[in-house]
């Protein structure tokens, strides 16, 4: 806490130092009336101190210009790369869609199982991962998720003879 107090204090006597020579403060109190005036000094102490509040302003914006900017090449990187992956035909399904196919193959395991009296959970998973070529349903691309659903609402009607698929 004291390092950051004599910090405090250290730009305290800095601010009031460059004040005091650059005249916004003054011991004079009569400076300010003089400033009222309409004497050429008067004019160009107050264009000048104008100027420099302008300049301070420019500094200001420039500084606040080159932090958007910095932002702005951070977003359209982040936006490439989402545009890159969304645009990607390699791209996984969604959760969402996984979750469609599992209850597709679900729907289809039953109503096989009940044929067979076996659980077939195992056979059908086992002919869609060699069918689409994945070790995983949820790595199934984006691309292939229709097909996938008709090819499994077919096998369900194949199935039961039924033709709405369950869900």
């Known amino acids: 806490m004291r390092d950051r ?8 006597y800095q601010v009031l130092f460059e004040a005091f020579q650059e005249g916004r403060l003054s011991a004079d109190p009569g ?11 008067a004019q160009a102490y107050r264009m000048a101190a104008a100027i420099m509040k302008m300049a301070r302003q420019q500094l200001l914006l420039e500084s606040q210009l080159e ?16 545009e890159t992956t969304l645009g990607d035909p390699g791209r996984a399904i969604t959760p969402d869609q996984a979750m469609q196919i599992s209850q597709g193959v679900k729907a289809v395991a039953i109503a096989y199982g009940k044929q067979t009296k076996k659980n077939e959970f195992g056979a059908v998973y086992g002919e869609l991962y060699r069918r689409e070529g994945v070790t ?13 659903m008709k090819w499994l609402s077919t096998w369900y009607q194949d199935v039961t003879g039924e033709k709405d698929f369950p869900f």
């Not at 400076?31 to 009222?36: I, N, S, V």
């Not at 932090?67 to 989402?82: G, M, N, T």
């Open 67 to 82: 932090a958007h900017a910095s932002k702005i090449v951070d977003h359209d990187k982040r936006l490439e790369e989402i």
């Open 31 to 41: 400076f300010d009336d003089l400033l009222t005036g309409d004497t050429p000094a």
């Open 5 to 12: 107090v004599i910090l405090y204090q250290e730009r305290c």
């Open 136 to 148: 995983s349903y949820k790595q199934l691309p984006a691309q292939l998720f229709d097909a996938v």
